[in-house]
């Protein structure tokens, strides 16, 4: 079956502008999470929607960061004002039971 | 402050023989670990977990070894195979939803398996 998928697999942008990185979980999945990597880093938690609950932000780096969940499917992820620091992998990951399941990321550059 | 360590930035094993992945973490909250393994331009890809009630947990050639008192956790990959050149990274949760909730990784570990 289908994984989960993000768009777009990369993105160039100079500093100051805004981008919006799309990603769509497996189908049924109640859970969907953001994370990042950042050069030589682990995997950084930003973001994470269950079902109808209110999302757990505690992750997000700054207010230039939000994301939404439309539907209970696809997620975007809003970053403004983009900085340099801001350049990494996005990555997206689904899950129902105890595994999360990611997709290939959207790499960001800020230049 | 960097919860969950991955001290061994890169590993090298010859095909055939063990391969073993450490990882350290401070956080006496979590109770669930898990181990992933990245390609290169792929997202990660779930391996093995195992929950802090046990002390092991076993799936073909991969096993976990958990030892809480230390706050360790080891992966160990045998007999390893070219395929297994990655990086893998280790995470933790804490929560009742064990890998239902938000992960915390460490910083990975490249191996390469040497024909």
């Known amino acids: 079956g289908a994984g989960v998928s993000q768009s777009p697999s990369n993105k160039v942008t100079e500093k100051g502008k805004d981008v919006e990185l799309r990603c769509d979980p497996i189908?049924?999945?109640?859970?969907l999470y953001w994370y990042r990597q950042s050069l030589g880093q682990g995997l950084e938690f930003l973001i994470y929607f269950q079902g109808n609950s209110a999302p757990d932000k505690s992750g997000l780096p700054s207010d230039r960061f939000s994301a939404e969940r439309t539907g209970g499917s696809v997620s975007t992820l809003t970053i403004q004002r983009t900085q340099q620091e801001d350049s990494a992998v996005y990555l997206c990951?689904?899950?129902?039971?105890?595994?999360?399941?990611f997709g290939p990321g959207t790499r960001l550059l800020v230049l | 402050d960097q919860q969950v360590k991955q001290n061994s930035p890169s590993l090298s094993v010859q095909e055939g023989r063990i391969s073993i992945l450490n990882c350290d973490y401070t956080?006496?909250?979590?109770?669930?670990f898990l181990w992933y393994k990245k390609y290169p331009a792929e997202g990660p890809t779930f391996l093995i977990s195992?929950?802090?009630?046990?002390d092991k947990n076993e799936d073909g050639r991969f096993t976990v070894f958990l030892n809480k008192s230390a706050k360790h956790l080891s992966l160990h990959i045998v007999p390893s195979q070219p395929g297994d050149s990655a990086v893998y990274f280790c995470a933790a949760s804490a929560g009742a939803n064990f890998g239902n909730e938000k992960l915390t990784f460490g910083t990975g570990t490249r191996l390469t398996i040497i024909p």
């Open positions: 195992i929950s802090s009630i046990k």
């Open positions: 990951a689904s899950s129902s039971l105890e595994t999360q399941y």
């Open positions: 189908s049924g999945h109640t859970a």
């Open positions: 956080n006496s909250m979590f109770d669930y």
